[in-house]
């Protein structure tokens, strides 16, 4: 993993030890049958160290639909720099398998710390 300090090896040394807001919606799934999608609003795991940058696990739960929703836990991709030392995450993935169908969906979290001064 490379030497990386959990504590302060965030952009500009800054901490890492934050969350991300994640939102969004899944990509619509059953096109002939029930076409619908569903919401996505969660907020990620705490930074967790990964190779020179930080990844956080993300899990959620969609909203329903005609009775059913999704699941999902998996891990967003390395910090991606916007600008100014903050950063968002991508992650690309499929929910669970419910009401016999998943969905696709791609999100990009909020970026980190949008408020403060640097």
């Keep these: ?33 029930d076409p619908h999608n569903h919401r996505i609003a969660a907020v990620s795991g705490k930074a967790i160290p990964f190779m020179d940058s930080h990844v956080h696990n993300i899990t959620f739960r969609t909203d329903s639909y005609d009775g059913h929703y999704h699941e999902f836990c998996g891990t967003s991709s390395p910090a991606i720099p916007v600008g100014d030392g903050r950063h968002v995450h991508f992650a690309k993935a499929y929910t669970s398998y419910a ?20």
């Design 1 to 33: 993993m490379g030497n990386f300090n959990a504590e302060s090896a965030g952009h500009n040394n800054r901490p890492i030890q934050h969350v991300h807001e994640v939102i969004g919606s899944t990509f619509i799934a059953e096109r002939c049958k």
């Design 99 to 118: 009401d016999g169908h998943a969905h696709e969906f791609r999100l990009a979290s909020l970026i980190n710390d949008p408020i403060s001064e640097c």
